[in-house]
């Protein structure tokens, strides 16, 4: 089984910058698509952002996209989420996923089900 483990939430400023990692366990990493998802309070979980096994290709979630960017290194088995200028909008819980075995559409990767495997997640919050 694929364990995946999120760290580097906290509370942060409105403006302010902050990075989450996910570590995921398995050799088969590199063949995995991976994205991210947050899920505030009363929300539905939702598609912050995406990376394709391959590395070069990247999606987001319009209100994040030119503030956060999505980055993965194969060799340490871990994906990315860097947050710049976040707002309080951006508070929930940060959830990792995997694909185990990439369709190579990007198009279902904003969809939940598409996933695999999820990590526990980590709180982000952002005050005013």
């Known amino acids: 089984q694929v364990q995946l483990v999120e760290s580097g939430g906290g509370l942060v400023q409105a403006g302010g910058s902050l990075r989450l990692s996910c570590a995921a366990s398995?050799?088969?990493?590199?063949?995995?698509?991976m994205g991210w998802f947050r899920q505030a309070p009363g929300k539905e979980r939702e598609f912050v952002a995406a990376?394709?096994?391959?590395?070069?290709?990247?999606y987001y979630l319009d209100s994040v996209n030119g503030r956060f960017t999505i980055s993965r290194d194969n060799a340490k088995n871990t994906v990315y989420l860097q947050m710049n200028s976040l707002r309080p909008e951006d508070t929930a819980v940060y959830y990792c996923?995997?694909?185990?075995?990439?369709?190579?559409?990007?198009?279902?990767?904003?969809?939940?089900?598409?996933?695999?495997?999820w990590g526990q997640g980590t709180q982000v919050t952002v005050s005013s």
């Open positions: 996923a995997a694909v185990r075995n990439p369709t190579g559409s990007s198009r279902i990767l904003v969809r939940q089900h598409a996933y695999d495997y």
């Open positions: 990376i394709m096994w391959s590395g070069g290709s990247t």
């Open positions: 398995g050799r088969t990493f590199s063949s995995y698509d």
